[in-house]
Nanobody, 126 residues
């Protein structure tokens, strides 16, 4: 099992930046997807970015150009760099991981993630 712990959330003004971190442990192989999800108030949880352990990333159109996902393999830490934040980005952000043997799609498009962090709140003021 993979254990994930998010940090880095907080409150910022519109146009500001945050960098979320997700400390991961328990990987048993080289074929994994990791992703950032968010749940906006009153909305379904949605994937915003995914990455595999080789660094191949996939970004949702809604945040492409503003946000970047990255992985520090040495530190076993997943990051989400969020620039140009908007109040519409306010919500709970989660990291997730899934072993992906034989999976050839993007991590953003992976439909099942079995390991989840507890989430970190992001609040963007007007």
């Amino acid at each position: 099992q993979v254990q994930l712990v998010e940090s880095g959330g907080g409150s910022v003004e519109s146009g500001g930046s945050l960098r979320l971190s997700c400390a991961a442990s328990g990987f048993t192989g080289s074929s994994y997807c990791l992703a950032w999800f968010r749940q906006l108030p009153g909305k379904e949880r949605e994937a915003v970015a995914g990455i595999d352990l080789r660094g191949t990333d996939s970004i949702a159109d809604s945040v492409k150009g503003r946000w970047t996902i990255s992985l520090d393999n040495a530190k076993n830490t997943l990051y989400l760099q969020m620039d140009d934040l908007s109040p519409e980005d306010t919500g709970m952000y989660f990291c997730a991981a899934q072993k992906t043997a034989q999976y050839s799609g993007t991590c953003l498009g992976l439909m099942f993630y079995g390991s989840w962090g507890q989430g970190t709140q992001v609040t963007v003021s007007s």
